[in-house]
């Protein structure tokens, strides 16, 4: 079954960016695993000014958006059974925003906030996305 294998622990300065302090484990329905490692950082969900009556930052989407923001920084890691070694995944911005999809669905989020976050990385995350794998 889908799910995090355990709970973000992570430090922030100014209470928005976020560092993890330990990994944070997804295994997918498709049986791999995948984590944010020690030291990746996160805003978590980007929401913008005007949803946020609508939809918060904090709830079952943060940690969702906590491996997005791996995968679109290309820090995320598969682990590879074979070896027992955790590996770069690389994956594409449809391969991040599926996984975002997959990973509220398992967390228990409402179908419309998983459509809502989900459309709008979809539909408008092209640049964060090139801006994320343009950083060093």
């Known amino acids: 079954m889908p799910g995090f294998q355990n709970r973000v622990v992570g430090h922030s300065l100014d209470g928005q ?5 330990e990994p944070l484990v997804y295994e997918c329905a498709n049986r ?6 020690v030291g990746t950082t ?7 000014p005007d949803a946020l009556s609508v939809i918060r930052p904090w709830g079952l989407h943060y ?11 290309d820090t995320l890691e598969g682990y590879d059974r074979e070896t027992g070694d955790w ?11 599926n996984l975002f999809r997959e990973a509220m669905i398992a967390q228990g989020c409402t179908l419309t ?6 459309n709008a990385v979809h539909y408008f995350g092209q640049s964060a996305f090139d801006a994320d794998r343009k950083k060093p």
Do not use: F, Q
């Open 32 to 37: 791999d695993m995948v984590r944010a490692a």
């Open 17 to 21: 960016n976020w560092t993890l302090l």
């Open 42 to 48: 996160t805003d978590g969900p980007s929401i913008p």
């Open 87 to 97: 590996k770069p995944c690389h994956m594409s911005k449809a391969e991040a925003d």
């Open 63 to 73: 940690l969702p958006a906590v491996l997005h923001d791996a995968a679109y920084r």
């Open 113 to 118: 906030d998983v459509e809502l976050l989900y």
